[in-house]
């Protein structure tokens, strides 16, 4: 059940960073976060009513969520909004998820999890990966260089909010979190009310239709499922698993946009895997350290 929730998440996300791409034109990054969010509010807080009990967090958990809702369902929907305004769907994507490492590296510093020699090591080629995918965008630009900049902003809030939603789901119900965290979100966007009243009535059907489905199925569905795999695993394995959205964006971007990535910011994509895979390297146990293991 863990590993079809995990398909569902990076299916819908990677289908995420198309639809915002093909929406974006309609709506300002703001507007589009906020009604989003009003719509996986709303079919949230209907799992929430339909499920078990509700749990009253305590206070550390209510600043977990709070701190979870406006990091992630809040800021990080607006970056990454207003960042695929100039960026192309598959470019966002690779960028947005050097999110894992940043996980494995806020877990050690603030959960004292420690940072290991590898994990140094991958984060700094991943920052280069970074770099070189903005300079094969174009990022001497202004807007290309702000698209970077915000999609760089996206990563780092995706990671908080991960930090910050793992230990409120030890005692709290999944579904209970998710809704209070993209609640807390919606209202942190409500400064984007009139923008959202504005575009909403000039945009066309499908981009309005867009916006539903990115709140019905990325947000309310796949964000569901998220909180149900990360409930059952360790945050850092998990996030991993989403660094196949960036190559599904590429393909979906490809596909829908005839949008290629230039050559060095794919380059830039493949070098951030690669210290992806670095950061997951651990320290060879010696052979006599095994042996001793066995005999004890």
């Known amino acids: ?10 299916l ?45 967090p305590n206070r550390r958990e209510w600043l977990q969520i709070i701190g979870f809702g406006v990091l992630w369902f809040g800021a990080y ?17 690779m ?8 996980i494995a590296l806020g877990a050690g510093v603030f959960l004292r999890e420690g940072i290991p020699k590898w994990l140094a090591i991958g984060a700094g080629v ?36 991960v930090l910050l939603q793992k230990p409120a789901l030890k005692r709290l119900p999944n579904a209970q979190v998710t809704w209070l965290g993209c609640a807390i979100g919606m209202v942190a966007t409500l400064p ?12 066309p059907a499908h981009a309005i ?10 947000t309310a569905l796949a964000f569901s499922t998220w909180a149900y ?21 590429i393909i979906l971007g490809v596909l829908v946009f005839q949008e290629v990535p230039a050559v060095l910011a794919v380059v830039g994509g493949a070098v951030c895997l690669v210290g992806v895979a670095l950061s997951r390297r651990r320290p060879r146990v010696p052979e006599s350290a095994h042996s001793d293991s066995l005999s004890a």
Not at 209 to 218: D, E, K, N, Q, T
């Open 77 to 93: 929907n607006v970056a990454l909004n207003t960042a695929e305004q100039s960026l192309d769907a598959g470019t966002t994507a």
């Open 95 to 102: 960028i947005v998820n050097i999110g894992p490492i940043l």
């Open 192 to 203: 984007f009310a009139g923008d959202l009243v504005r575009d909403l009535t000039d945009a």
């Open 126 to 161: 991943a920052f280069l990966g970074v770099v070189l995918i903005g300079f094969g965008t174009g990022a001497k630009e202004l807007g290309n260089g702000v698209g970077v900049a915000l999609a760089l902003v996206a990563a780092v809030t995706y990671a908080a909010g």
């Open 229 to 249: 795999a990360l409930s059952r695993m360790p945050a850092g394995q998990l996030g991993v698993s989403t660094y196949i959205v960036p190559p599904l964006a």
């Open 209 to 218: 239709v867009g916006m539903l489905y990115l709140g019905a199925i990325p």
């Open 12 to 56: 819908a996300w990677a289908s995420a960073f198309i639809v915002i791409r093909g929406t974006g034109q309609y709506f300002s990054g703001g507007a589009l976060a906020l009604g989003r969010l009003v719509v996986g509010t709303v079919l949230l807080g209907i799992v929430v009513l339909l499920g078990r009990k509700w749990v009253a």
């Open 1 to 10: 059940m863990v590993f079809i929730a995990i398909g569902v998440t990076i």
